[in-house]
């Protein structure tokens, strides 16, 4: 059956859980607080992973508010209906989430001082990963990985396009309450300090991949089947950098290549990937 986006100021979001009207309270009636801190990325991009990072800061590296409250209950997905409810009644100061693209993200953040932290990825593994999450989501179409790569360069892709989404935030890369990391980067975090801090290790310890897939409150394991049906699939599948050379043939790698560098001109940002963007390369990310 085909599924029935909710629109809002040109783009697309998956129903069910998103409505208009959370997205224009989200857009201009939610009132940032100046402690607030929000976590956005583009889907699949980190945002679980930078869930319970935030989350392991907050409580001093102690995992048991993560291991006993569902991560959407610790930062609420205020732009969603049932998210933006438990946002509001949240007291000082809140950890919020969204995929929200900057142009529709609350006009009052412009006002504050409220934090944002912005994860990104690179692009081809959000395409991979994307597929498979669409295997395991009634709410989203399930295409051939050929489509889904196609459609991933338009901007009437759901969330709309990576590109833009990735531009619009990265206007604010100079501003001090804006923090930006990449997928890449996080994965080289290991030892921190020599010798560590006990609450250091305890946070890398706590949000690696494989505490995060044990973890009910943040691998999603609980969510019934009509909304994630992890019997054809994981919610996190493999956590890893450079699938993406498992699925691209050569040929979708340069015209992918081509179009990236088309939209990134001018971005004046490096990211990792950008120093590997010979299809022909086979080497871990």
Not at 85 to 112: D, Q, V
Request: one cysteine or more; aromatic letters at 14%; proline letters at 8%.
């Amino acid at each position: 059956m085909p599924v029935h986006y909710v629109t809002y100021k040109g783009i697309k979001f998956p129903p069910a859980y998103n409505s208009v009207h959370s997205l224009s309270f989200a857009h201009n009636e939610f009132l940032v607080r100046d402690d607030d801190v929000f976590n956005i990325t583009y889907p699949k991009s980190g945002t679980v992973w930078m869930t319970e990072i935030l989350s392991l800061i907050r409580s001093h590296g102690h995992p048991i508010w993560n291991q006993t409250v569902l991560n959407s209950d610790r930062m609420p997905w205020f732009s969603t209906r049932l998210g933006l409810e438990a946002a509001l009644s949240y007291p000082s100061p809140r950890l919020l989430t969204c995929h929200l693209p900057r142009h529709i993200f609350p006009k009052s953040f412009s006002h504050s001082t409220a934090k944002v932290i912005y994860t990104l990825r690179d692009p081809r593994d959000v395409v991979v990963s994307y597929f498979y999450f669409c295997q395991i989501k009634p709410t989203h179409s399930i295409v051939y990985f050929p489509a889904l790569l196609a459609a991933f360069c338009l901007p009437s892709v759901p969330h709309g396009s990576w590109f833009e989404h990735v531009r619009g935030w990265m206007q604010m890369k100079d501003r001090e309450n804006f923090f930006f990391i990449t997928y890449e980067e996080l994965k080289q975090v290991g030892i921190l300090a020599d010798p560590p801090a006990p609450n250091v290790l305890m946070l890398v310890q706590n949000a690696s991949f494989t505490a995060m897939r044990q973890n009910p409150m943040c691998s999603s394991i609980l969510l019934p089947a009509d909304i994630m049906d992890q019997t054809k699939g994981q919610f996190l599948r493999k956590g890893i950098c450079g699938d993406w050379k498992n699925h691209f043939t050569v040929a979708q790698s340069e015209t992918f290549n081509r179009i990236y560098q088309e939209k990134m001109r001018g971005l004046d940002v490096a990211f990792p990937w950008d120093r590997n963007q010979d299809p022909g390369q086979t080497e871990a990310i």
